[in-house]
């Protein structure tokens, strides 16, 4: 079961882009020709669909609303909600029990050096 939720093997995977960046590239190559055109992550996506809906020549297309955008948002929160790898209940206590020693510990170190502080600066200043 948990080699099927791993990334990239789900079936939800293929439905979650509905664009593509070779398809923005693609589609900005006519107006922009002469620029070389970068093949980066998720900045340069954003870059590039925020340059092509400050220009006035292209529309809006229909069903860009912004429910529709609320819509396909909570599609991808639960098809990526459907590719975490949940721990067990053991896993999870055993994580909760590790943060608890943890910050506990940490308090009793903060605690020692704010006494110690305070009783320097008593001291000192007296």
């Not at 939720?5 to 020709?33: I, M, S, Y």
């Not at 996506?45 to 529709?68: H, Y």
């Not at 990526?80 to 999870?92: A, D, Y």
């Amino acid at each position: 079961m948990a080699e099927r939720k791993r990334r990239g093997e789900d079936p939800a995977d293929d439905n979650l882009n509905d664009e593509t960046f070779e398809d923005t590239v693609d589609a900005e190559d006519d107006d922009v020709a002469d620029e070389p055109v970068s093949r980066g992550g998720t900045a340069t996506l954003s870059k590039a669909k925020a340059e092509a809906a400050d220009s006035p020549a292209k529309e809006k297309k229909p069903g860009r609303g912004p429910f529709a955008r609320i819509g396909r948002f909570f599609r991808e929160v639960v098809a990526e909600l459907r590719k975490v790898i949940w721990p067990t209940r053991n896993e999870l206590l055993t994580y909760t029990a590790v943060v608890i020693v943890f910050v506990a510990v940490m308090m009793t170190v903060v605690a020692l050096l704010d006494f110690g502080f305070a009783k320097g600066v008593l001291a000192i200043f007296g």
